[in-house]
């Protein structure tokens, strides 16, 4: 029931700031501080709970949804989710403060949409009934649509229609491959049901796996984005407000990440085997063409949104490399990327609203103004290089371990990003802070609401680099069941007997 | 005719007689006030006179109208979506120069036709429904008659009109031809002399079907649509596009169930939707004219529904209910949105004409917003499970060139949708707009409250879809004919229903045969404990060998399918058989099972179709 009111909390929350914000711009955000607020101490409060011996589920709730279906709200959390729900809440509650003072036309109908993207990313981690997963997956996008155009710079409808298309269109695939699913457990003597736990056991002939599994993989790799599927995001990132920036970046490339290790490999094991030569090296491809490109911008939004594709292809190799290892790099990767990520958004998003502008050729020698920006900026960008100490370090260090003993190829050329990521990252700072000064006048330092927000993600980032085992304890178990999936259940003989 | 066939033909009679009512108060000449309120009132109580008449059925009202659950679903439908076009209309018409009382009559009139459409199970019922409903049509199209678009409008709906009943015509005369039968049912059964009628059957339903792809404007047959729903008045082309889509889909569907449209029409319903898909899609994409753009967009979306249409089986009818279901609010949103815009004697149709409308008017825009978001089936629209719908059923017939256009058809669709989202997005520019009459407000709210509901919360209507299927009067193409309450309460008895037929021969190419088996278990909600397995053998006939790939033998228990048939409520399983080269197999279904406290009847069929190579 808790994690129902997890989702229903944003909801409420949404509808609420969107009223309240018709009448005092002021009250939708606090409204919506209130409810994420809320949220997170309730979701941290889940960190106590561990599974019971043989309990896959932290937390479990199911309820009738449409029966004629077989379809439920089946809702659960375990240690794959959990960090990914806690992420969620951080960025949504960074997502509000940052837009306090950007975001001045519609607050409310802005915080409406926003609370709505996010019930919909905690919707897609918390799923346990595909039809449901379905739902929610395309519930965040229309908001997130908005966001950008609505709120977003010069280019947002552009960006907007592409954004929605791409993932659209992928996300229609999806649907047919998850109603080819459920028809073929039908068809093996089963009832229709969209119940993830049942459809575990599905057998199928490879042929079918491997159509079913593409109808998947297309949605997860446009989100992702896997390389040849990325020529959304860069416009998206760009152009989306810095809010939108941070939940595009931070959350909705992590549920590709998270729906390729919940649904991806576990339904699909043999399937997935077959396409992790191909898998592993569009990882590669993009880890090492997402950070040329990063070099090649002048735009400081385009470039950080370049970095993200190199760095979920960190993800596409941890997720393909076959091992557990790697599966928790890649995890750690999705939680070290959205801190990140975010915070460098953020950043963008700063010095936007001070400069005017996002051009990097407009910047430099900042530091002398805003030395605390400046320090923050610079831990955030090296954190995006993988030094060790950061969490990113962490999360890399583990996919390229992992991915080394069964593709050493792999893992030398994906190395290779980790030197590019180094260059990029302090090439950022260098052109942003130092060198000569613009043209500008002088520029403020950070805000006490604006410290705090970098401050909270670079301690967190910080916390995982140093102390990374309980989050890797926390997922062991639901990441152990990725590769080695329960045994399956029989599939029951028709029923005789009348329910 | 008993005092029970005018109970269950209660709607249509309080709707008959609400038309006269109207005309006599027209005639009086007492104001459009009254006549909007005569004709409110009889769609009310034909609305309210359902579930009386949902006493005593299913049941044939003479050979030509059938009451049974889904008749009624779909009446209430047609009443339903022409309350909310009066509803919607009250301001447009009155701020009309002409005497807008004749609208009121004409669209009860054609609401009359919808309703007799939605009963029909005759030939004679089917033409005099559509003609009834068309001159309607043509009425309320050209009504405001000094203006010159709607004027064109009409004719050209009255010219492709007569064109489309004259192909109905002579489609039902080739299948009297052939079968001797004017009933949906007898079409279903071939004559003796298969042979020879077989082609003309066929042939006779093809016209028929093209007779009712004209109204539905399917591609090939769609050229009026886009000038009809631009040139009419708004709360016209809110009534062509709800009312009669929702009225010719009922029969179409109930033609399409009694004939076994997709094993006998397949090639020719795929091309249709294909085609209708692409074509509607593709047409709307560039249309700077909102009503244009939704007349594409419908003709795109009556394709959609043709690729349940193509299915067999349970799955399809309710996928096709369920659609149209969905379909009829939203497009009354998006029409209502544009009735209320629109002050005569231009309709707002410009595109530009609604920037920046959800700044402006944050609930008609937010409701265009939500009706087109259905449109383009996104979740927690009505529209997201109608299509959910269809995905299902072309999955469980695995119709992928169908699958294939649906795919590329919603994303074409989205784009157009999404262009007229930004447009309401855009920057306003103060500009008066006329306001929403309360009534219209309500209705509004009403619609875009369903949609929203529906969509969260499908289970209730799904219910209702699945009970009224259940209750038709005709369960298949080959049933036991009608079922009819018999009254007496049969025990609890094992009964076995065996159903025999020759198989065609081979074709040479053809590597395996599919064949359907229905079986049907009829019964009063809440029957408990009954099973039935489907089952079917070939049986060598004389002087053939049966070939290998099919377990020839005496084992009629081999279940199909392993779809169990539980509860009183279940019914028209359908289990797929694969036939290999067995020339001239008799084929017998059989049905197992129990009959209990409340089941009247258990029967098995079955069909042929040729399995897509």
Known sequence: ?499 | MTGADLVALLPLLVLVAGTLATLVVVSVGSGHGRAAMATGATLVLALASLPLAAWDTPRSVTPLLVVDGLSLLFLGLVLGASLAVVLLAGRYLEGRDERPEEFDVLLLLATVGGGVLACSRHAATLFLGIETLSVGLYGLIAYPRRRRRPLEAGLKYLLLGGASSAFLLLGVALAYAATGRLDFAGWGTPLPSTAEALPLVTGGLALVVAGLAFKLALVPFHMWTGDVYAGAPAPASAFVASVSKAAVAAVLLRLSLAIDAPARLASALILLAVASILGGNLLALRQQDLKRLLAYSSVAHLGYLLVALDVPGPLAAEAVTFYVAAYVPTILVAFGVVSVLSSPPEDAQDLETYRGLLWRRPWLGGSLVVSLLSLAGIPLTAGFIGKLYVVAAGISGSRWVLLTALVVGSVLGLYYYLRVIVVLLGTAEARALPRASLAASVALVVLVGLLVGLGAVPAPLQGAIHAALQARAEPGPRGRGDHVRDGHEPQARPVRSDHDETAQPVLPHAASRLLHVRVGLHGDRGASHHLAHAAVAPIPSPGHEAHDDVAVGDDPHRPVGGLPLDHGQGGGVVGHHQLGHVPNARIRCAADGELGHDVTDLHASSSRTLAAP
């Open chain 1, 1 to 499: 029931v808790i994690l129902a009111l997890l989702i229903a909390l944003l909801f409420v929350g949404g509808v609420a700031a969107g009223v309240a914000g018709r009448w005092r711009p002021a009250a939708a955000r606090w409204i919506s501080l209130a409810a994420l607020g809320a949220d997170l101490v309730l979701a941290a409060s889940f960190l106590g709970l561990r599974t019971a011996a043989g309990d896959e589920w932290i937390l479990e709730v199911s309820w009738p949804w449409i029966p004629r279906f077989g379809a439920s709200i089946h809702l659960g959390l375990d240690g794959l989710s959990l960090p990914l729900v806690l992420l969620t809440l951080v960025l949504g509650l960074v997502s509000v403060l940052v837009s306090w003072k950007e975001v001045t036309r519609h607050v409310g109908f802005f915080h409406f949409n926003l609370l709505f993207v996010l019930a919909g990313v905690l919707g897609v981690f918390l799923s346990l009934d595909l039809l449901l997963f379905y739902f929610f997956w395309e519930l965040m996008l229309v908001p997130m649509y908005l966001l950008i155009a609505i709120w977003g710079h010069e280019g947002r409808l552009r960006a907007a229609v592409q954004f929605f298309l791409f993932t659209q269109a992928s996300g229609l695939l999806m649907l047919i491959s998850i109603l080819g699913l459920v028809f073929v457990h039908a068809q093996g003597g089963g009832t229709w049901t969209f119940d993830y736990e049942v459809l575990l056991g599905t057998s199928f002939s490879p042929t079918v796996g491997l159509w079913l599994l593409l109808g998947f993989l297309a949605a997860f790799a446009v989100k992702l984005p896997a390389v040849p599927l990325h020529t959304w995001l860069p416009d998206a990132h760009a152009e989306a407000p810095t809010a939108g920036s941070i939940v595009l970046a931070g959350l909705l490339l992590k549920t590709g990440g998270y729906g390729l290790l919940r649904l991806g490999l576990p339904l699909f094991p043999d399937a997935s085997r077959v396409v992790a030569p191909v898998a592993l090296t569009l990882g590669v491809v993009g880890i090492l063409y997402g950070a040329l490109l990063a070099f090649a911008q002048t735009d400081l939004k385009r470039m950080v949104a370049y970095t993200s594709v190199s760095h979920m292809g960190f993800v596409l190799v941890g997720v393909y490399a076959g091992t557990t290892i790697a599966l928790n790099g890649a995890l750690f990767q999705m939680i070290c990327h959205g801190l990140s990520t975010g915070g460098l958004f953020a950043v963008a998003g700063l010095l936007q609203e001070r400069l005017h502008t996002r051009e990097l050729e407009r910047m430099g020698g900042l530091w002398q103004h805003a030395p605390r920006l400046g320090g923050l900026t610079l831990v955030l960008a090296l954190a995006s290089l993988g030094l060790p100490g950061l969490g990113n370090f962490v999360a890399e260090f583990l996919v390229l371990f992992g991915a080394f003993r069964g593709w050493p190829a792999v893992a030398s050329v994906a190395a290779l990003g980790l030197v590019a990521a180094a260059v990029y990252s302090l090439w950022l700072v260098q052109r942003v802070f130092y060198g000569t000064q613009s043209e500008k006048a002088p520029v403020a330092d950070v805000s006490p609401r604006e410290a705090f927000v970098l401050a909270t993600l670079v301690a967190g980032l910080l916390w995982l680099g140093i102390r990374p085992q309980p989050l890797l304890d926390g997922a062991r178990p639901a990441l152990e069941a990725v590769h080695a999936p329960a045994p399956a259940p029989q599939p029951s003989p028709p029923e005789v007997v009348a329910r």
